[in-house]
């Protein structure tokens, strides 16, 4: 619908002026990142702290629904505190509690494919990053375990599936 961020590594600034107008026809802002490559690693990271988002945002959803409280009223309560990210503010509501669509519109395959290379890159630094590690290992098993091609959404069914309540 041409509302992308675009991110972009270029090492030869006279291109630019070729590429932009193209960009123009998918999204409206555009984010140099640095030299070629820059962007592909920027783009994982940045899905690294989507994907953790989203997966606390639906464990919180599990604690909220067992304790019986009022899903929708929780949202409310991320996104008017410091709890608010992309997921609480554009796929729970819209996507996950609405028991309509619960594709947002990204598949888990894909998520899966950016937390391997988030988790290769701090590897090859040496960077201890336990939660990056904790959230691949969660996308990494959601996705062996969920039906080929499912939506990063049903993230949220993994989870549900997973769960043993206290008796």
């Known amino acids: 619908d041409?509302?992308?961020?675009?991110?972009?590594?270029?090492d030869?600034?006279?291109?630019e002026r070729k590429f932009l107008p193209i960009f123009a026809a998918m999204g409206k802002k555009f984010i140099p990142t640095g030299p070629t490559g820059s962007a592909h690693t920027m783009k994982c990271l940045n899905n690294y702290l989507y994907a953790a988002g989203l997966l606390a945002a639906s464990e919180a959803l599990l604690i909220a629904e067992?304790?019986?409280l009022d899903l929708e009223?929780?949202?409310?309560?991320?996104n008017a505190s410091s709890g608010r990210n992309?997921?609480?503010e554009t796929k729970i509501k819209q996507h996950m509690l609405n028991g309509k669509n619960n594709r947002g519109?990204?598949?888990?395959?894909l998520m899966e494919k950016d937390l391997a290379i988030a988790q290769e890159l701090k590897e090859q630094i040496g960077i201890d990053a336990k939660q990056l590690e904790l959230c691949y290992k969660t996308w990494n098993e959601?996705?062996?375990?969920?039906?080929?091609?499912?939506?990063?959404?049903e993230i949220i069914a993994y989870l549900k599936e997973k769960q043993s309540p206290l008796d």
């Open 2 to 10: 041409g509302s992308l961020s675009i991110m972009y590594g270029n």
């Open 12 to 15: 030869r600034p006279e291109l």
């Open 66 to 68: 067992a304790h019986g």
């Open 73 to 78: 009223r929780l949202v409310d309560v991320f």
């Open 86 to 88: 992309v997921a609480t």
């Open 105 to 109: 519109g990204f598949n888990i395959d």
């Open 142 to 153: 959601a996705k062996s375990l969920l039906p080929h091609n499912s939506d990063n959404l």
